[in-house]
């Protein structure tokens, strides 16, 4: 079976480098230094679960037309690229092929379906600590790695069954979900809500916690997006605002999301997952009729400096 990774960052880079590493058939569709290095020395892996080691794709290519049509392709993209890696991967695709992303977001097939060819289009989350240390080099920092997809009508496609086993094989945990819609939405309301309370109170985990009001901050944002959930359809557990206010008490002080990293760091909210993340709550908002109040106070702190600042 014929697997590309599209994206060699920090998820699709261990992901390819661990299929690569066990299954012949595995190509990255890869740009720039990181494509370079790759081609020169093979990409290097640095992980706590696999150990250290170097992945040799069958070919590494930033050519679509040249990695040819694939049965499988993981894309593994920042959400503000997802239009341009739907674009770019349309070479590789046909009807029988499997597209299954891994990226932040919620229900992302909706947003790819009608930039891509037909194709057995699936959704997909990942659990994972891992990053770009440098340009051909992968650092996989915490034992966890685990794959959940699926498709958003529960149907499950024998093309998926045959990639989760490729995926087990691998060592990578993998389940193919009945109800990937439920699974997405548990991911990203608590990614998502993180993400909320670093932006509306502009600081990491131990700044949230000096305010005497951060629970009920935290169970508000949950609030809003359960909300939003059911007038969708979806139905979450009433315990998640609980489990999400203990997990934070936990965390340590400096914690902070990718996406308040790259904001507070001064990249413009156009150039970050702003909209991807917390401005598509907003909108379900607006299209479901659920009024969304800390997640918008929590975007426009950074929407409007950016705009300011232009």
Known sequence: ????????????????????????????????KNLNAIRQNGLKVQSV?????????????DKAAELGVMDAIFVSCKGYGLKEACEAI???VE????????????????IMEPLLPRCI??????????HLEKPGYIVHSAGLCGIVFGMKDGNRPSKLEKIAVILSNAGIKTVLSDNIL????RKYIAMCSNSVAFCYYDGPAGKVREDPNHEKVLRAVIGEMIAVAAAKGIVLPETMADHHVED???????????LYRDLSGGKPANKTELDHIIGRMIEFGRQTGVETPYHKAAYERFALKYTRER
Not at 49 to 61: C, N, Y
Not at 182 to 185: H, N, V
């Open 182 to 185: 439920l699974d997405s939405w």
């Open 49 to 61: 679960l696999w150990g250290d080691f170097t992945a040799h794709p069958k070919l590494a290519s």
């Open 1 to 32: 079976m014929k697997i590309a990774v599209f994206g060699i960052g920090g998820i699709g880079g261990i992901i390819g480098g661990v299929l690569a590493k066990s299954h012949a058939d595995t190509y990255f569709y890869v740009r720039g």
């Open 90 to 92: 349309i070479p590789m």
């Open 248 to 258: 934070f008490s936990k965390m340590p002080p400096d914690t902070i999301s990718s």
């Open 95 to 110: 009807p029988e092929t499997a597209v299954i992303p891994l990226l932040n977001g919620i229900v992302v097939s909706d």
């Open 121 to 130: 289009l699936a959704d997909g989350t990942i659990h994972v600590f891992s």
